[in-house]
């Protein structure tokens, strides 16, 4: 029955990204590609990996599939380019060989694999931490972390680098601009208390269990963009010096606890010893915040010109 389980996912799999890159209407295609995230989502938990589970569930599948969404759905977007024969087969032989590459590193590896895991799991203690891919993102690897959610930031700073309103001062787009929806508001008032305890749950268990900052402030992005799309919440004015502290906090704050550590640990982004979890529960809280407020801003887009107040 796992094997049969495995083998009906794989072709769920295939044939979700098989129709996503078909030609068609850009709804359904896009639909295709959502379906496809949440194929790969119960791919990585059949391979033990929850959190990427979770981060391509939320992540790959929600907020992209949003954006997405979103651009398919402008009036004024052009219309897509007509691919040609050779231009399909070529994506499918670069598709085919980047395939073909992964799979001999994958089947090329020498038995045991190599592997840091063993070396993880003896300084995890140390860590207090019972979640090893929170120690590695933030203890072991908290460099590579430290720098992503700077390129979070950066994504966004492209994204209203596009808008008009030069001093970036006004209010994103509407999100959904169909007729007002009674259904989408019930679903609102019901979904998103629940929906935020989830992200906060996420980000308080991701110390100890699969979850973690990015999970938790995934789910909390999209909780606040359904109040928006909803009417709950007002599109947010970007000049708030709240709005903007709440998109410094993560990667200053980390940047911070990194510099404290010279002080108090004697290294860039160690932890001072006997308070080594609070401090990283401190770091995910600014993170997590972050990261909510980054991912929703990035699929409500640039700020427009008007309504500045």
């Known amino acids: 029955m796992s094997l049969a389980f495995d083998a009906l996912l794989c072709l ?30 119960l791919v990585w938990v059949r391979l033990a990996a929850v959190d990427v589970a979770l981060t391509e569930v939320a992540v790959g599948s929600g907020v992209t599939g949003l954006v997405l969404l979103r651009a ?121 208390p629940v929906g935020v305890l989830v992200g906060l749950y996420m980000f308080w268990a991701g110390a100890d269990v699969p979850g973690g900052a990015f999970q938790g402030g995934a789910v909390l992005a999209a909780m606040a963009l359904m109040a928006i799309a909803a009417g709950l919440l007002p599109r947010p004015v970007l000049a708030r010096r709240r709005l903007r502290a709440l998109l410094l906090a993560g990667p200053f704050g980390f940047l911070l606890v990194g510099v404290l550590g010279w002080v108090f640990a004697d290294a860039f982004l160690a932890y001072p010893p006997g308070v080594e979890k609070a401090v990283i529960i401190l770091v995910e809280a600014a993170i997590t915040l972050s990261i909510a407020v980054t991912l929703a801003l990035l699929v409500l887009g640039p700020p427009v010109a008007e309504e500045t107040e």
């Open 12 to 41: 769920l799999a295939l044939l979700a990204a098989l129709r996503a890159v078909a030609a068609g209407e850009g709804f359904s295609r896009v639909a295709a590609f959502m379906a496809y995230g949440l194929i790969l989502g």
């Open 72 to 192: 398919v759905a402008r009036d004024d977007a052009p219309a897509p380019l007509a691919a040609g024969l050779a231009y399909r087969l070529l994506a499918g032989v670069v598709a085919l060989l980047v395939f073909a590459g992964l799979a001999a590193v994958v089947l090329l590896l020498p038995e045991p694999a190599p592997s840091l895991a063993p070396e993880v799991a003896r300084h995890l203690p140390a860590t207090d931490l019972g979640n090893p891919i929170t120690a590695v993102l933030i203890v072991f690897r908290a460099l590579d972390t430290l720098l992503e959610t700077v390129v979070l930031l950066l994504a966004l700073i492209g994204v209203w680098a596009l808008s008009p309103d030069r001093t970036w001062a006004g209010r994103p787009a509407v999100l959904l601009p169909a007729p007002w929806s009674g259904a989408l508001e019930f679903l609102a008032r019901l979904v998103v």
